[in-house]
């Protein structure tokens, strides 16, 4: 394990251990727009500055709160809180991502961690996706789920034309509103589908633990699947209703 996965355990074990016994009221207050459009709360900012305790070190960062952070020659992408909105409703699915891009462009490390459940999923360099929990020190690869019954839809509320018609095809799906979470979780479920404004800190780590399944990516969709007619039948669909 790298020294860089090793601090991004570290920082999501220290925001883990803060909010074990619930949030802060404070944590809850809106502050300022983020740099990714979105209005931050004291507690995406809360995990933010952990982050940057931890991994400053390693390069600039690149949040979604602040925009860029630091110097150095490699760029460290974070969604500190992903999913905040779930977590500032009490809604038991958030976590974090961080990816790591060196020098030369490439993505060399990528975490995500669901801070509900401790399950983290990471990759560095040339090595195998791994999954564990947090406070442990054991790694296995990730989880599959070969016939999973339903599929995760992030942004589902705003394409009801597609949901029709994903369902008259019996493709299930949750939409639970966590898009790194969901594709961390790819290969538990029959597919993971975005559609909508593509942004770096919701995609950079998860896409990177998706390596070896079916991946589309588009300028307004994603699709993820163990299966590649399942991933072909959705971007029909989409294609279809677009026409």
Do not use: W
Request: charged share 25%; net charge negative; with cysteine.
């Amino acid at each position: 394990m790298t020294d860089f996965i090793q601090a991004c355990i570290k920082a999501n074990e220290e925001i883990a251990k803060a909010l074990e016994d619930g949030f802060d009221t404070s944590l809850f207050e809106k502050t300022v727009v983020g740099a990714g459009g979105d209005v931050s709360s004291r507690l995406d900012l809360f995990a933010e500055e952990i982050f940057v305790k931890y991994l400053a070190s390693f390069g600039h960062i690149e949040s979604e709160e602040s925009g860029i952070i630091g110097e150095g020659e490699s760029k460290i992408i974070i969604d500190p809180i992903d999913g905040s909105a779930n977590a500032l409703s009490g809604f038991p699915f958030y976590g974090t991502s961080v990816a790591k891009v060196n020098q030369d462009g490439i993505l060399d490390a990528a975490m995500v961690c669901n801070l509900v459940s401790g399950d983290i999923f990471f990759k560095a360099e040339s090595k195998e996706i791994q999954q564990g929990k947090l406070f442990s020190t054991l790694f296995h690869e990730p989880s599959v789920v070969p016939n999973a019954e339903i599929g995760l839809f992030e942004k589902a509320y705003a394409n009801p034309l597609l949901v029709a018609a994903l369902d008259t095809q019996g493709l299930k799906f949750r939409a639970p509103g966590a898009i790194a979470l969901s594709l961390a979780y790819a290969r538990t479920v029959k597919y993971v589908l975005f559609m909508g404004t593509f942004r770096i800190y919701d995609f950079a780590a998860g896409l990177a633990l998706c390596e070896g399944l079916e991946v589309i990516v588009e300028e307004d969709y994603v699709i993820v699947s163990k299966e590649k007619t399942v991933a072909q039948k959705i971007e029909q669909l989409i294609i279809e209703k677009k026409q």
